[in-house]
């Protein structure tokens, strides 16, 4: 498995260490794999499609923005100074992410999904935490809930959404 990340179509990109990072707009990725990347240099995929150093079992993910993580240059140095554990075993491929002032990030192809040691979406005392239905930027509402919030580019609303009428979807089951 290879990352689709074109240079041509990065507005800036690096690859530091383990890392993959780019910038497209304000928006930052920055992805990274035991061993590294190299592009593909030659073909339909030069420069398009990175090949992991080894064998590509596992995977970390970073994204960020110029609002919460500044310039470019400023995110890459954020990434680069990610401590990244990678789990050696063949069969049970995994990865451990710590961040300065962030909580620990883990998770193991066999196991749980932790932050800082605990599996995520459980509280305190181990049961699972209330998702909402529709959570997201844009809007968030509860489960059986019958008012949803609404906000996006400087507007808010909040939407009766018991009394609404569904033409559509089964979400509700």
Do not use: K
Not at 56 to 68: E, F, I, Q, S
Not at 129 to 135: A, N
């Amino acid at each position: 498995m290879a990352p689709r990340l074109p240079a041509d179509q990065l507005d800036e990109w690096a690859s530091v260490g383990e890392w993959l990072i780019g910038r497209v707009g304000s928006g930052y990725l920055a992805v990274a794999t035991p061993g590294g990347f190299r592009p593909v240099r030659a073909g339909d995929q030069a420069w398009q499609e990175w090949t992991p150093e080894q064998d590509g079992r596992a995977w970390a993910c970073l994204v960020g923005d110029v609002d919460r993580d500044g310039t470019f240059a400023e995110f890459a140095a954020t990434v680069e100074a990610t401590e990244v554990v990678w789990t050696a075993e063949r069969d049970n491929p995994g990865v451990r992410v710590v961040r300065s002032g962030r909580p620990v990030l883990a998770v193991e192809f066999d196991g749980l999904f932790t932050i800082d040691g605990a599996p995520g979406g459980l509280d305190g005392e181990g049961r699972p935490e209330e998702p909402g239905q529709w959570e997201n930027p844009a809007m968030t509402a509860a489960f059986g809930a019958d008012r949803a919030q609404v906000a996006w580019g400087g507007a808010e609303h909040d939407l009766d959404v018991g009394a609404a009428l569904r033409m559509l979807g089964d979400s509700g089951r």
